[in-house]
């Protein structure tokens, strides 16, 4: 089987060469990088299953190195910080990453966080959910549920999702006109494992919102219900290709 190929990109290299050694003994396979620039030479030469990407990077900062990642690349993405603030959290999130960490960590937190988004980023796993190639259409979208693509109908064009869009997204088509609340959301899409604080969802539906409704500030797909959680309101149509 193979490793899981981890890349950690940090400046402090007590910090990469700590990660690398712990990583490296539960049998991942990992590779360092100090930099933006860095980071693009290694992805350049070959493929990783996860970024642990610092924000406080020197030149391009992970807030934005995750938002240039995000326009073509759904990639996991866990991002970490030495500052507990509710605003790093939400912009990580706002800006396409998977999860985040604060400094400093347990080794065995890194872990699980990064197995646990391993895990739902792996088509295998969708299960009955989709392994029979389901494709699931609403509106002008088709969301391939064994792909984790979503695609215009009209362009044919390909909007990266992250994981966790892809499992918010999931969630409400595979269950229209359900109510969810903000919690079930959670559980559905992220595990208890991850949760970030109570704006996480919030987050993920102002990003889905973004790329799918024709306007986000008057959605048409995710009606929010006042005091309750959101809804997915439009029709949806299964179909195998």
């Not at 999702?161 to 559980?187: C, G, I, K, W, Y």
Request: proline letters at 4%; glycine letters at 8%; charged letters at 25%.
């Amino acid at each position: 089987m193979a490793k899981d190929h981890i890349l950690v990109v940090d400046d402090d290299p007590q910090i990469t060469s700590f990660l690398q050694r712990y990583l490296e003994k539960q049998g991942c396979q990992v590779t360092c990088a100090a930099d933006g620039n860095a980071m693009d030479a290694v992805l350049a030469q070959t493929s990783v299953d996860l970024i642990l990407l610092d924000i406080g990077l020197p030149g391009r900062n992970g807030f934005d190195i995750t938002r240039e990642l995000r326009v073509n690349s759904n990639i996991p993405i866990i991002v970490l910080s030495g500052r507990d603030e509710i605003f790093d959290r939400v912009v990580g999130l706002e800006f396409g990453a998977d999860d985040y960490i604060t400094k400093p960590f347990e080794a065995r937190e890194v872990l699980a966080r990064i197995r646990t988004v391993l895990r739902r980023a792996r088509v295998g796993d969708i299960g009955a959910n989709g392994a029979d190639g389901t494709q699931i259409a609403f509106g002008d979208w088709v969301l391939n549920v064994n792909e984790r693509t979503l695609t215009a109908r009209s362009t044919q064009g390909v909007t990266p999702l992250t994981t966790t869009e892809f499992d918010v997204l999931h969630a409400f088509v595979t269950n229209p006109h359900m109510v969810f609340s903000r919690d079930q959301l959670l559980d559905t899409a992220r595990g208890r494992e991850t949760v970030v604080g109570d704006r996480t969802i919030d987050v993920h539906v102002a990003r889905l919102r973004k790329k799918i409704e024709p306007d986000p500030a008057a959605p048409t797909f995710i009606k929010t219900v006042h005091g309750i959680g959101y809804c997915f309101a439009a029709n949806v149509r299964k179909f195998v290709p």
